[in-house]
DNA sequence: CCACAGTGTTGCGACAGACGCAACACTGTC
DNA sequence: GACAGTGTTGCGTCTGTCGCAACACTGTGG
């Protein structure tokens, strides 16, 4: 066995190995050895070579025939190509993010929250890009990013102070760590309907970011536009996040939201909190054909509830919240902002 | 163990079931039930129940609280991201590809080889588009499309023969499947410098694609402009397929090839045949420093070779070839063409 | 309201697969 | 040519994976 005995997490061990040695690339090392894979896991050389191979053979890295090393490899792209294919919203909402990009001359995304992230499900870049922003698939922080914040701000209040109450990472000197300034970041954003990330999450990047809402009110995606802080200035920062929020209140509008006179805090979300469905689910929209027909309503309450809707708890479920013991090599924390973007 | 008894491939076989299981996500069929996957790949469902709450665990895949199926997770679309990112030939050819859209009319695409496939590793949809076309991580066949054709023509001769040499699937009436006439579409291509490809591979989509050539002519990607049959007819496809070659020809002047007067088949290439290195190399380009310095020269040869800098085979590869028996259930063969492009 | 058929989950014991060890083949450097 | 480092592979041990059986839950029809 590895030589720091991990706790049986309740799934299939190979496999969570598998998981671990893929999400090991980053954007600053996209090519590891066999060797550097296994001093990180704490496994034998034979047993990461045996999985890489395993891994390629599926296509999902690929060996460098010549230094021996690995890298990640297509087979990736097209089943990322399945997953996002699956998000109506992008149909819905490209139209509106490319209008945007030509608006305010920056790179626009659109994301979605998955865990406990912000995750790019489209992008179109700026005609004028000065460095390449973001990408598809990129994971963002919820606290300090354009597009994360108003995922957070809009969320259960039980939900934020669980992501609160862990220590909030740094990534720059301006990043906003503190709890109780981050609970008055979330007052602001829910008054101004936009959040706005200069400097927080990267060097020199700035962006806005609004929520967008489905019939019901419930935000389920974000719209940001974000580029280099010397373009970005106060003025046109501001210019910036009109265009942003007006682009995100016509998608909510679209997708059959009527804002009330006041604004009101995110209730009885569909499903799990922390995941956007790819699949748009709509009240009056329903009629339309527009969307495909949602499955019985969802229920408020916590994850795999039973009875009105949820299924049981899973162990494995249950081993997510699991607290591990000291040495314990993570094994499937997503990782955020150690991937910069290029210049 | 499984009902239908699996030689050892020689791979981690908990970890090959993964894989099997996440390809069996297709853009037809974007959510699946445990009793479904098991069916299909003739495991019992515990196992299949153990798998998936693994993936889900690592955010490959999401369950749907409501009916307890699953789709794709976008920690996918995060690792193709990182993947893709590789590529430098995407940010350089990305302007080029903008404009060939502007010019054309049309959704353009950039792709490379992987395995037996041309992968798209970006796009330029276009302004008007009438249907979501292709998507980046699409993988398309060799023999039909306009992305894949070039990547055919210009490749070795033994592995030219090696394509040919299995049946060729037909996707449409118009599919070319009998080898000689393949032999005959080669030799137009590379007479032409073009790929058409008009309903071969999708109903009603016409595309035309071109090589895209290194410093030593090797073809490392296509540029290729795709639209609804309507709109290319025969005149238009040719004024299409003339921008798309003069792009292509641009991009490769660009990355320091110098077209001889009469033109060659490519010879000695990088690497294993099939596969495009994410890292251009560059003799030429090298001093400007464009790319990354390059590792040592590639020597030309079969995968895996010994001494002149390449890996002896392993057994894990060796099994790439390997002939299933009957009834045996294909674990990593990729699937091409069952995802038609949405209207 | 109940029966039934279907779904996905879980405890458990057997054993087949995964693992680490040791040795090997290969490469780059001095 | 020696050496240090890489990644690979044969092999025996044992533990993690697997399938079975039972369970919990859900939707449907009577």
Redesign the pocket.
Known sequence: ??AVPTP?SGG????E?AVAVLKLFGEAEPEL????LARRLR?????I?????TLEAGGFVQ?DP?S??YRLGLQLATLAGRALNQYELRDVARGALVTLAQATGETCNLAVRDGDAAVNIDQVLSPNPVKHLGWIGRRLPLHCSAAGKPLLAFALHTDIERVLSVPLASYTPRTVTDPSAMWREIQRIRVDGVALAVEEFEPELTAAGAPVRDYRGEVIATVSASGPSFRLNSDRLLEVAAHVRATADHLSAGLGYRAPTIPVISVAPFGVPGHASPVLRSGELETTGVNKAPK?PGTPGNDRQ???????????RASRAHVPPAGHIARFEGDLGEERSRW
Do not use: F, N, Y
Not at 12 to 15: D, L, Y
Not at 49 to 53: E, F, G, I, T
């Open positions: 066995m590895s049986r299939i061990q190979s496999v190995r050895g066999v060797t550097e496994l034998h050389k034979s047993t070579s045996r999985l890489m191979a060996q010549r021996g090393r019985r039973t009875l009105t809707g949820r299924r049981a708890p899973r162990d494995a």
